[in-house]
């Protein structure tokens, strides 16, 4: 028997899979949300990379954030459609 023969024999084994820690299988509670995400759902879509640039460009020239841009559109389509604004940022 040469001197790795210990060594094949144990790779030569399949090693049982790793259980995950218990703090792995935990969600991480409600509170480590940012507290403006607390009880809001996300909303989102795809559009063109140019639309992307654009509506962030808009939002720096008006110091405001994308979000509130979102919002302040989805509230004038809300209006246009008859609907009560929501008003959310």
Same mark, same amino acid.
């Given at each position: 028997?040469?001197?790795?023969?210990?060594?094949?024999?144990?790779?030569?084994? !399949?090693?049982?899979?790793? *259980?995950?820690?218990?703090?792995?299988?935990?969600?991480?509670?409600?509170?480590?949300?940012? !507290?403006?995400?607390?009880?809001?759902?996300?909303?989102?879509?795809?559009?063109?990379?140019?639309?992307?640039?654009?509506?962030?460009?808009?939002?720096?020239?008006?110091?405001?954030?994308?979000?509130?841009?979102?919002?302040?559109?989805?509230?004038?389509?809300?209006? *246009?459609?008859?609907?009560?604004?929501?008003?959310?940022?």
């Amino acid at each position: 028997m040469g001197r790795f023969a210990a060594i094949k024999s144990e790779k030569s084994q !399949p090693s049982p899979p790793a *259980k995950p820690a218990s703090s792995d299988l935990q969600t991480p509670p409600a509170s480590a949300k940012a !507290p403006a995400r607390i009880g809001k759902k996300a909303v989102s879509g795809y559009f063109s990379p140019e639309m992307s640039r654009g509506l962030h460009l808009l939002a720096l020239e008006q110091g405001s954030s994308l979000q509130a841009l979102m919002g302040e559109a989805f509230d004038d389509l809300m209006r *246009k459609y008859g609907k009560h604004p929501f008003g959310e940022r």
